[in-house]
């Protein structure tokens, strides 16, 4: 399963994305967004890194402008992680990953006075966006997100915008990726600081969930950021599985 995960993970990661090679290392450049969590290596499994291919791995990415940064499941290449801080790397999370499935999903109705919507206009998707963004700690959404994140829906990916039932204001939002061999990632779950404590997260995971299944997955997995989230996540029928760990550099 874990291998079945990482290759989903990996061909998520190229798609839309400038690919490059870099010893065993696959890195994914997004050309229009600096953020490190959309710029990220993914070694093959087993990799064996030669000091020169960590090298080249750096290389990669700051010639493109952008953070050396990696995502992938320690599990199945474990001696990549003692050759990157053996270069200076930093471990900057390790966070289990939950798993679900449709046998296991937890049904709950949505949160009272909200309304859980697709959002089909760009100011729909702004919205969305705009919430997301505050809850991470982001700068507001440009119109490339909004016209990338358009993209995304056009090609599959699920995106859901939580908004005040009475007043129609953005209250978070979340995305689940489109369905690719039977899987599909659930991500970006966000809620605004003043709308916490009312049964968002998991009414947004839930929703996504069960439209990821509806759309032919068989298997949903998320990385919750902490026990907060973890709990939020068992609440729909998440359950943990492996374990994803994020390296990083700076000069």
Known sequence: MS???????????????????AGPFTVT?????????VNYAVPDADADPTAADVEALIAAFTSRGRTPRL???????????P????AGFTVADRLPIMECRPETLIDRADPPGFELITPVTDEDT????????EAFGEAPPT??????????AAAGHIHLLAREAATGTAAGGGV?????????????????PQYERRGLGAGLTHHLTRSAFDAGATLTF?????????????????RRGDSVLFLSYSA
Do not use: C, F, W
């Open 83 to 86: 050759a990157l801080v053996d």
């Open 222 to 238: 998320l990385t919750p950021a902490g026990d907060a989230q973890e709990r939020v996540y068992a609440r729909v029928g998440y």
């Open 29 to 37: 450049i997004t050309g229009h967004d600096p953020n490190v969590y």
């Open 126 to 133: 702004e919205a969305m966006l705009a919430a997301q963004h």
């Open 143 to 152: 119109p490339q997100h909004v016209a990338s994140t358009r993209a995304k």
């Open 3 to 21: 291998r079945r995960l990482q290759n989903y993970m990996l061909a998520s990661a190229k798609k839309g994305r400038d690919v490059v090679r």
């Open 71 to 81: 995502e992938y499941l320690p599990s199945l290449a474990p001696r990549v992680e």
């Open 176 to 192: 689940a990726v489109a369905v690719r061999d039977g899987i599909s990632e659930v991500a970006g779950i966000a809620v605004r």
